[in-house]
Each structure stands twice: as C-alpha cells, then as structure tokens.
C-alpha cells in the first residue's frame, strides 16, 4: 500500500515491521466534535455537532470503518452524517471512488478519484497513510478525525441533543473496564488478525496467531455467563469485537492464516456474533461481497492469483437464543 509523501502519492512502503511483525502506524487526524464545540479528549475545538455539517467516508470492507458505520446507525445519524464508500479494491492507487461495484458510491461530496484527494484537500502537505474512516467537516472543509476508536466516542455523545438518541454505549461508571477488555481484544483481535496475516517470519505468526486463539477462547468463556461482554449491557466494546467477528469466518481464516478454528466452531461466540448483526440497522452495515472482495483482491503478496473465494455460506438470520 502506498502513502503520500509532502502531498505527493508514492508506493514506497511505510508499514513498519520489528523482526517480521506487522506494526500499524498511529492515525494522523485527531479533531473532535462536541455538542457546543469545545475542546474535546485532545484538546482541540471548533468542531460543533451539527446536522448535515459531516461527511463520512468509509470503506464496507473496512473493520476500523465498520465501527463508525455501525455507531451512526445505532444512533440514529444516517440523516445528519452522510457517507460515501469506496471500492471495495485497493490497489496501487490506494483507496478509489469507483461506481463499478454495488454499493461504491464514487466520492458524493467532492468527486474525487481517490480517497487521497480528501487527504490533500485538507492538508497539502500531508504525509502518512491514507485511511478509512475519515470523518470530513464541511464547514471548514478539513478532516475532523480519521481514529475509528475517537469517531465512534464522537457518534455516541456529541449529536444526542439534534437526534433525542440517549442510548450510551461509553457509560461513565464502567469506562475503566471497557478500556481493559478493549485493550486486549484490539491487540490480540482486531489487530491480531492482520498480525498474523502479515506476518513475515514464522516466530511472528505463531506469537499472534496464539494470541488471537488464546482471546477468542476467553471470550468464549465470559460469553457462556455473560450476554455481553459487560454483563447485561451491551457498550462499545461488543461493537468493536463484533466487526472482526463477522469476518472471520469469511476472510480471517483462510486468508490470514486464522485457522485453528472458526466463529461457528464457538456456540457462544458464534451466537452473540449473530444477535449482534441482527441488532436494529446492523445487517444493513455489513456487505460481504466488499468483505470478500477487498481482502482476497487487494492483497496481492497473500494472493497473487487474487481468486475471491464464494463462501463461506452462513445462516445470519438463524435465531441466536441469547436472551
């Protein structure tokens, strides 16, 4: 994957490794949107919740955009935050605006050709990855944020007084383990999975491939007595767990080497993964054909040939039974 350089595309690469093993580089933009448009978590203002003000960019494919349109469904945003995605392949160019996929969108704020093009339009000289999600303020014609993990604490809080949705998925009385869960599945899970799908040297796949099947145990385990991960209540951190579930099965496991077992080898796991997307506006944000399509085509060192596998054929609809 390439990046911009000073405002300029090159594919010279900038994912780092340590002895074979995938190291993901921080997000770049870091802005936060608040109801009156204070000083957010890191300190920077301006940015006022407000409807039609905010641009999404996401990619279906995307577990990291997955968060973001899965928290703009559960509060009810898809009226005050627009979106377009991209194509689901990300090739040389990086990200693109083609329409030539079901559900690509083309870029509907600016008609860019690539999701770099935002980038620079925000910030000329910008140097870094250029990822999904992005978060775009139209008033001032910048990039609010491009950090999944702050987008969906945005979406959860800052709009609730435009939308009357007061559903916290970020309560303040259990934040502390939330972090620790979140913690821990982000390093073992939702970044385990490409820790070992990326893995250069066989120490580093099995150091990450143990790691991520030593989790999904654990969760297995709290999910037997727990509905959630948090007991009763469902909170952000089902949802972050939820978007690398739902493609485990499809991508993770054969493509990045997760084979141990599957989601649907855990009872517990596979019917929390189920409730989950059958939760309210959840199954509309999840599109195989972008999950399947993205990873076995645009990852042309795992898969020269860039053949799509069809399946897996799974019954999301099938009735969890976790109440």
């Given at each position: 994957m390439g990046h911009l350089e000073r405002g300029v595309w090159t594919t010279a690469p900038i994912a780092k490794t340590t002895e074979g093993r995938f190291v993901r580089p921080e997000s770049s933009f870091r802005n936060w949107i608040t109801a009156d448009g204070s000083a957010g978590p890191t300190g920077t203002g301006g940015f006022k919740a407000e409807s039609g003000r905010y641009h999404l960019y996401v990619s279906y494919a995307c577990p990291w955009a997955h968060r973001a349109l899965i928290f703009r469904a559960l509060k009810g945003l898809e009226d005050h935050i627009s979106v377009s995605a991209v194509h689901p392949d990300m090739l040389g160019d990086g990200w693109q605006f083609g329409t030539d996929f079901d559900g690509a969108t083309g870029d509907d704020l600016h008609g860019s050709h690539f999701l770099r093009d935002v980038y620079v339009k925000a910030d000329p000289e910008f140097t870094g990855r250029v990822t999904v999600p992005v978060l775009w303020d139209k008033a001032r014609g910048t990039i609010v944020s491009n950090e999944s993990a702050e987008i969906i604490r945005m979406l959860n809080s800052a709009f609730d007084e435009i939308t009357g949705n007061g559903d916290d998925y970020w309560p303040e009385a259990r934040r502390a383990e939330i972090e620790e869960v979140n913690a821990r599945i982000y390093h073992t899970l939702n970044n385990g999975v490409y820790r070992s799908g990326f893995a250069r040297t066989q120490e580093a796949y099995d150091e990450a491939v143990g790691e991520l099947?030593?989790?999904?145990?654990?969760?297995?385990?709290?999910?037997?007595?727990?509905?959630?991960?948090?007991?009763?209540?469902?909170?952000?951190?089902?949802?972050?767990?939820?978007?690398?579930?739902?493609?485990?099965?499809?991508?993770?496991?054969?493509?990045?080497?997760?084979?141990?077992?599957?989601?649907?080898?855990?009872?517990?796991?596979?019917?929390?993964?189920?409730?989950?997307?059958?939760?309210?506006?959840?199954?509309?944000?999840?599109?195989?054909d972008h999950i399947r399509r993205h990873y076995h085509y645009s990852h042309e060192t795992i898969n020269p040939c860039r053949i799509v596998p069809v399946g897996p054929d799974l019954d999301w609809s099938q009735p969890h039974g976790r109440g």
């Open positions: 099947f030593d989790t999904l145990d654990w969760l297995e385990h709290r999910l037997s007595h727990n509905r959630y991960l948090m007991g009763d209540t469902i909170t952000e951190a089902d949802w972050r767990l939820f978007v690398t579930l739902v493609r485990f099965d499809h991508v993770y496991h054969g493509h990045f080497k997760c084979n141990r077992r599957r989601i649907v080898d855990y009872p517990n796991l596979w019917a929390y993964t189920r409730e989950l997307y059958q939760w309210p506006g959840v199954a509309g944000t999840v599109h195989f």
